[in-house]
């Protein structure tokens, strides 16, 4: 299978539609592929529902996707904190939709989706407003609420290293979500730090398979290494 490298952040982001849903990979900063975010406000598309840890952070380009109303819904586990004003604004003008996700079944959501699995039962949630409208059961003592698969569009994801055949693998924190995003996509674009020939990559560091990835590009990145400044290269994964 192979993947597409592409030159600029914007040829990888490629024709997003208006109305997909978009993954985000992320923690806050680290893991955010902020290049691809802003290649996707170049690119022009509205009407997105953004799946995500966070609403975006002060004026990074997440918290600009939804400044410039281009996000109708953002399903995420953390959607205010100092710094997300402009998700609060959006929110309590009601011009975006919140679905509320506790950042477990957030993350086992996405994995059930990439693992084609049906939904799971889990114990968060249960009793809560969270819980409403779903179906509940009791497993072994415990009440359980059924949550189901989340997929996307389109994932945008960042990791420290690719090769030609679109192989990742990450650096620490920046790792996050970028792993389950990639296979809950029906396309997944990573931006990277660099691209090297395929089969340089030791196949044990490989977090992501490239059967799981689409495109690649290398980008000269100031937070491509999760909490170390541009040009800091330490350990690859």
């Known amino acids: 299978m192979s993947v597409q490298v592409a030159r600029t952040a914007r040829e990888a982001v490629g024709d997003i539609a208006d109305g997909a849903t978009v993954m985000i990979g992320g923690f806050g900063p680290a893991g955010q ?18 799946v995500s840890n966070n609403a975006g952070n002060g004026e990074d380009a997440l918290a600009r996707l939804i400044l410039e109303r281009r996000v109708r819904k953002i399903v995420c586990s953390f959607p205010r904190q100092v710094d997300s004003w402009h998700f609060d604004a959006a929110y309590r003008a009601g011009e975006i939709e919140l679905e509320l996700v506790p950042q477990g079944n957030l993350a086992e959501r996405i ?30 003592g415990v009440p359980m609420v059924l949550e189901s698969p989340l997929r996307a569009d389109v994932a945008l994801v960042k990791a420290f290293r690719a090769d030609g055949a679109g192989n990742l693998v990450y650096r620490r924190t920046a790792r996050n979500f970028g792993p389950v995003m990639a296979t809950a996509a ?43 400044p541009s040009g800091a290269r330490g350990a690859d994964a």
């Open 111 to 140: 994995r059930a989706a990439g693992a084609g699995l049906g939904g799971f039962f889990t114990p968060t949630g249960f009793g809560t407003p969270l819980a409403e409208g779903k179906e509940t059961r009791v497993v072994d």
């Open 186 to 228: 029906r396309r997944t674009v990573a931006q990277v730090s660099e691209v090297v020939p395929t089969g340089s990559i030791d196949p044990e560091t490989v977090v992501t398979p490239g059967i799981y990835v689409d495109a690649v590009v290398a980008l000269d990145s100031v937070t491509t290494l999760a909490g170390a």
């Open 33 to 50: 592929p902020v290049e691809l975010i802003e290649a996707l406000l170049e690119q022009g598309a509205g009407d997105l529902v953004v």
